[in-house]
């Protein structure tokens, strides 16, 4: 595929790097415990793109995409504070699509529609599984009812474009699991699917649980 060309419009990501807890395949720039920090991160990052739309000259922007981490945990103000931060110092199209990532462990109707309103128009909700041995393999700390309700409540909020995350091939995961969990995802209706096969990354929890015998990872196959 032949390179973009070097005034094509840009996709903007935003990396949240705070969680309430560290799933042990994760191996993403994050850390648990510490949202007290989340001010002044947002003060830095603010800072920082204004830094990069100078240098890129503002740059045209289609994309804003604010990922994790749990970017959830971020306060409705501060996910404006970013967006705006973000159309003064690229120019963003009207259209844009701005996706925020969410755990549906800390969400409900009233936080999707204030980031809604703060210029979030996609969600991405971290479902993983709705099998409750999966779950806590994956080191996931809602259930399958939080995971429908979390939808429920974005949709009541007026998300129109909601993609659900799931992962397959985690350690004891049947092919008849994972068939399940799409067919009960499918009956909600999103707009999207993003489906991820588990890579045990070295350096994590769950590398370290697989080399020990405690875990046995899913064939290839």
Same mark, same amino acid.
């Given at each position: 595929?032949? *390179?973009?060309?070097?005034?094509?419009?840009?996709?903007?990501?935003?990396?949240? !790097?705070?969680?309430?807890?560290?799933? *042990?395949?994760?191996?993403?720039?994050?850390? &648990?415990?510490?949202? &007290?920090?989340? !001010?002044?991160?947002?003060?830095?990052?603010?800072?920082?793109?204004?830094?990069?739309?100078?240098?890129?000259?503002?740059?045209?922007?289609?994309?804003?995409?604010?990922?994790?981490?749990?970017?959830?945990?971020? *306060? !409705?103000?501060?996910?404006?504070?970013?967006?705006?931060?973000?159309?003064? &110092?690229?120019?963003?199209?009207?259209?844009?699509?701005?996706?925020?990532?969410?755990?549906?462990?800390?969400?409900?109707?009233?936080?999707?529609?204030?980031?809604? &309103?703060?210029?979030?128009?996609?969600?991405?909700?971290?479902?993983? =599984?709705?099998?409750?041995?999966?779950?806590?393999?994956?080191?996931?700390?809602?259930?399958?009812?939080?995971?429908?309700?979390?939808?429920?409540?974005?949709?009541?909020?007026?998300?129109?474009?909601?993609?659900?995350?799931?992962?397959?091939?985690?350690?004891?995961? =049947?092919?008849?699991?994972?068939?399940?969990?799409?067919?009960?995802?499918?009956?909600?209706? !999103?707009?999207?699917?993003?489906?991820?096969?588990?890579?045990?990354? *070295?350096?994590?929890?769950?590398?370290?649980?697989?080399?020990?015998?405690?875990?046995?990872?899913?064939?290839?196959?």
């Amino acid at each position: 595929m032949a *390179p973009r060309r070097p005034d094509s419009p840009l996709g903007l990501y935003l990396h949240i !790097p705070f969680c309430s807890h560290i799933c *042990p395949y994760c191996d993403f720039n994050t850390y &648990a415990g510490q949202e &007290a920090l989340i !001010p002044r991160y947002v003060d830095a990052v603010e800072k920082e793109i204004a830094i990069q739309g100078a240098s890129l000259e503002g740059r045209a922007a289609t994309t804003i995409f604010f990922g994790g981490g749990t970017p959830s945990l971020l *306060p !409705p103000g501060a996910v404006a504070r970013l967006i705006t931060a973000c159309q003064n &110092a690229f120019a963003v199209a009207r259209d844009a699509e701005i996706t925020l990532e969410a755990n549906p462990s800390n969400v409900d109707v009233a936080y999707f529609a204030r980031i809604r &309103a703060a210029g979030v128009n996609r969600l991405s909700i971290g479902v993983q =599984t709705l099998q409750r041995r999966g779950l806590r393999v994956l080191g996931r700390m809602h259930e399958a009812a939080e995971a429908e309700a979390a939808f429920r409540a974005a949709r009541d909020a007026g998300f129109a474009n909601i993609s659900l995350d799931l992962i397959f091939g985690w350690p004891g995961q =049947t092919l008849q699991a994972w068939r399940e969990d799409l067919q009960r995802v499918l009956e909600w209706e !999103p707009d999207h699917l993003s489906l991820y096969n588990l890579i045990v990354e *070295p350096g994590t929890p769950m590398a370290d649980a697989v080399a020990r015998g405690i875990l046995r990872p899913a064939t290839d196959d």
